[in-house]
């Protein structure tokens, strides 16, 4: 099947199977290797993109349902100025050890503050509940969400 | 075979289902996880795909006198933020999987994917919801807990689709969904119950019970539920054994790798109580 899409603020046009997962094609067709596989059942978060500016599980998302829709991997969002507040903000707050969980924690903070640009302490659980971190016990996490909260006002 | 199908309407997907057998495919988290193979290979499905999730005829919700109507391909997060969905549905799909699910998750393939545990069916069972069901040639509407035949079984047919739901518009004046979970996010309930009552003058006028994980499917009895109709609520207060006693035969749990039938038996009963210590 033909596939159009935008990934990473291009438009794509792919030929391949429309069951093969979001992941696989990102990975091995544009070697988008930030997208990370931990789980492949929708419970770790490591596979996080976004859809339409909607975090989704890309291990999870047949890649014939991203036809006409904008698809943003951390390697896109790398390049925008509230990447680099997150960025900053998750090295400061010292939320990165390993990093395996890194990208997709960035990709569900940016879904949230996309949505609700001044999330409470709950919301912003509810929002990275979909991601798992085997490192750092989350604590750092959520301050670091809430330092590119302060450090971002206005941007998102 | 065939191959892998992405129509362009409603119309085009029942005419191409009438003609071959399809696994339908909406947003995608639970085929991809039931059919899922190795990394970097294609899902091993039974049947090609046929792809809805994009379909807007199966997008819409909409409210009249006697009920509220959802699209099969509306999504958890689209849910969450209509202002026509019951606080508790809300209740309920706040507690399914965690964002990046709901987001592109529809309540059509909770129902499709008939699981004993799907948290949201509980609740429209609690809420006396029909299932809409189309083919080229047919409609017909069922109610979800007949529709839901056993674990993983529904009456759908293979030229058929689920349309929509339909939740009749009643107010509650109490509406819970209670979940046991080994985590608060991304976990498949041990055990769950979604309960409503109505009451006229402290007299019980409605009562659903409905409990996920405990049986084959979600359980649910029309004739225990009866039971509780005219009773007023200091009766039911006052008599919490007996009622326990009188759900009993409906939940019949199994051991597995989420739960024992023994807690989760023990759970459910405690649930039942929870509800009626919280209704006055």
Same mark, same amino acid.
């Given at each position: 099947?033909?596939?159009? #899409? /935008? ?5 794509? /046009? ?15 067709? #544009?070697?988008?290797? @930030?997208? %990370?596989?931990?789980? @492949? ?36 969002? %790398? ?10 903000? #998750?090295?400061?707050? @010292?939320?990165?050890?390993?990093? #395996?969980? /890194? ?32 490192? /750092? ?14 450090? @971002?006002?206005?941007?998102? | ?13 029942? !005419? ?7 696994? !339908?495919?909406?947003?995608?988290? =639970? ?66 999987? *965690? ?14 994917? +008939?699981?004993?545990? +799907? ?5 429209? !069972? ?8 189309? *083919? ?9 807990? =007949? ?75 029309? *004739? ?57």
């Amino acid at each position: 099947m033909i596939i159009k #899409f /935008t990934l990473n603020h291009q438009a794509v /046009t792919i030929d391949t199977d429309p069951s093969r997962r979001l992941l696989d094609v990102l990975r091995v067709d #544009f070697n988008l290797v @930030g997208v %990370k596989e931990g789980c @492949g059942e929708g419970e770790c978060g490591a596979c996080s993109v976004l859809i339409n500016h909607q975090v989704v599980n890309s291990c999870l998302v047949p890649v014939g349902n991203v036809h006409n829709k904008d698809v943003l991997t951390i390697e896109g969002y %790398k390049l925008t100025p509230k990447y680099k507040i997150i960025e900053t903000a #998750f090295v400061d707050a @010292g939320a990165v050890q390993c990093g #395996f969980c /890194t990208p997709g924690m960035v990709m569900a903070t940016e879904s949230l503050l996309y949505q609700n640009p001044h999330p409470s302490d709950l919301e912003i659980k509810i929002a990275l509940s979909g991601n798992l971190c085997r490192c /750092t016990g989350y604590n750092m996490i959520i301050e670091a969400v809430k330092l590119a909260v302060e450090r @971002g006002e206005g941007l998102w | 075979m065939v191959g892998h199908y992405y129509p362009s309407s409603l119309e085009e997907t029942l !005419i191409e289902l009438k003609k071959n057998r399809y696994q !339908i495919i909406a947003g995608g988290t =639970d085929v991809l996880v039931q059919y899922r193979s190795w990394s970097e290979t294609v899902p091993k499905v039974k049947y090609p795909l046929m792809f809805i999730h994009h379909l807007s005829e199966l997008k819409f919700m909409t409210e009249n006198v006697d009920y509220i109507e959802i699209g099969a391909c509306v999504t958890y997060k689209d849910l969450l933020s209509s202002p026509l969905i019951p606080k508790v549905l809300k209740d309920t799909i706040i507690e399914i999987a *965690s964002p990046g699910i709901r987001h592109t998750a529809t309540l059509g393939g909770n129902i499709a994917n +008939a699981s004993p545990a +799907a948290d949201a069916v509980c609740t429209l !069972i609690a809420l006396d919801a029909m299932v809409v069901i189309k *083919s080229i040639d047919s409609i017909r509407t069922e109610k979800i807990e =007949d529709f839901i035949t056993g674990v993983k079984k529904t009456s759908l047919k293979p030229d058929e689709i689920i349309y929509s739901v339909k939740i009749p518009n009643v107010m509650s004046d109490y509406a819970c969904f209670y979940k046991v979970g080994g985590r608060q996010a991304d976990a498949i309930s041990k055990v769950s119950l979604a309960a409503v009552m109505n009451a006229t003058d402290g007299r019980i006028t409605k009562w659903r019970m409905a409990f996920g994980a405990v049986g084959p499917k979600v359980m649910t009895s029309l *004739s225990i539920d009866g039971m509780m109709i005219g009773k007023t609520i200091e009766e039911i207060k006052i008599t919490i054994p007996a009622i326990l006693e009188q759900y009993s035969p409906l939940i019949n749990p199994i051991d597995d790798q989420r739960s024992t039938a023994k807690y989760r038996k023990l759970v459910a009963m405690n649930l039942i109580q929870k509800f009626i210590d919280a209704i006055s």
